[in-house]
């Protein structure tokens, strides 16, 4: 049972650090494009914001599938494989209400909208603790608290002006999926070097 658990986390590790690179890449390149039609004074609106951000998440998700089928082929193993099956299962009931949340509130101000699906991704890597490697759990703890944070101070500041409200939520994205994501990719690769380097001496 214990080497099964170990198993499930290698595995999952070593899809998920390519996989955050990719996201995180794919997340502050769209804040970027984001800032750069704001200073272009093409407003993005909150529509704009949706269809932006709806279209990251498409190519994360097929980025994720193409990872996913190249793990499964260098493993020899079917695809998906079970592993990867119970991880959906976890992530499953969070991502479910997140898109429910979504398509109910889309006259919902974007920087809202960017902390529902912060708070609900957190959630969601965070039903995955009883095998994913606990880097992973921080990581969904990370944005748990992160969305707690920001509905807490925008609960107590004053509105931010309604022109900023598509690139405040794309900011949050950003910071979020595009920084957190970056950052633990590199901490994991960093340590699963550190850590193979420490065992061939």
């Not at 990251?56 to 190249?70: D, H, T």
């Not at 902390?115 to 490697?133: N, Q, V």
């Not at 920001?150 to 949050?172: E, I, N, Q």
Request: glycine residues 10%; charged residues 10%.
């Amino acid at each position: 049972m214990i080497r099964s658990l170990m198993e499930r986390a290698t595995i999952y590790r070593a899809v998920s650090v390519p996989a955050a690179f990719w996201g995180g890449g794919l997340s502050l390149a769209a804040f970027l494009g984001h800032l750069a039609l704001e200073r272009n004074h093409q407003a993005v609106g909150a529509a704009g914001f949706l269809a932006l951000w709806l279209g990251v998440l498409a190519l994360a998700v097929a980025g994720n599938a193409v990872l996913l089928l190249k793990e499964a082929r260098h493993a020899g193993t079917r695809f998906p494989h079970p592993s990867f099956k119970m991880a959906f299962r976890g992530l499953f009931p969070a991502f479910l209400i997140a898109a429910v949340f979504t398509a109910m509130g889309q006259w919902q101000a974007p920087a809202t909208q960017a902390a529902i699906w912060i708070l609900f991704y957190g959630l969601g890597l965070l039903g995955t603790w009883h095998f994913a490697p606990r880097s992973l759990i921080l990581l969904g703890w990370l944005f748990v608290g992160s969305a707690l944070a920001w509905f807490f101070w925008a609960k107590c500041h004053v509105p931010y002006p309604s022109d900023d409200a598509a690139l405040t939520g794309s900011g949050l994205m950003a910071l979020t999926f595009g920084g957190y994501h970056l950052i633990y990719a590199a901490a994991v690769r960093a340590l699963s070097a550190s850590s193979r380097f420490t065992s061939s001496e």
